[in-house]
């Protein structure tokens, strides 16, 4: 059936998969990413939609020891924006106060491991998730947005973000940023 004022979505991409090792750890070259989500809108009150997500990212999806197969372009990974051997949980709150004033609020979480090596992509077994020196981020914030005509909005907006990298004795340096902004714009 329809699950009301619910909307959930995922999607896989498959960058290689062993079926005879699938089970088997040691046989295991299962690179492939996924994200899952959700978004609950006007439950219990009007107006207020929650999204929930979450991404996860093997080691060694869009590498690949052939460039022309890396998933990339100028450098640039075509794929998910976190890369490979990551993981990421979002939630956000959005509310519509009237037509043309809302606020949204969101936190999101990432964990990135080490990117890998090509020559360690094709090691037996495969390497953990998130193996190597961990990087996390954290990122809270907040805006407010107004469409005062049409198609013409002002936004304010405030985030949050920390970066905690992990050092070679297991401690986790922190560097912490605040970010303001304030935007006039047309038809975005």
């Not at 890369?83 to 939630?91: F, L, R």
């Not at 956000?92 to 999101?108: D, T």
């Not at 037996?124 to 107004?146: E, M, S």
């Amino acid at each position: 059936g329809h699950l009301k004022n619910t909307h959930l979505y995922g999607t896989l991409f498959i960058d290689e998969i062993t079926l005879n090792g699938l089970f088997d750890s040691f046989k295991q070259r299962n690179q492939f990413g996924f994200t899952l989500g959700s978004s609950v809108s006007d439950l219990p009150i009007n107006n207020l939609t929650l999204k929930v997500e979450y991404s996860k990212i093997y080691p060694y999806v869009y590498q690949h020891y052939i460039p022309t197969t890396t998933y990339k372009s100028a450098s640039y990974v075509l794929g998910h924006w976190m890369g490979n051997n990551s993981d990421q949980v979002y939630a956000s709150l959005k509310y519509r106060f009237i037509r043309g004033l809302e606020a949204l609020a969101w936190l999101r979480y990432i964990r990135q491991g080490e990117a890998g090596t090509t020559d360690g992509q094709y090691e037996q077994p495969q390497p953990p998730f998130l193996f190597g020196l961990r990087t996390n981020h954290t990122y809270l914030g907040a805006q407010v947005k107004y469409e005062f005509l049409h198609e013409l909005f002002v936004r304010a907006r405030y985030q949050f973000m920390q970066t905690s990298k992990q050092q070679e004795d297991l401690s986790f340096i922190d560097k912490n940023v605040h970010e303001f902004h304030f935007a006039v714009y047309y038809g975005l």
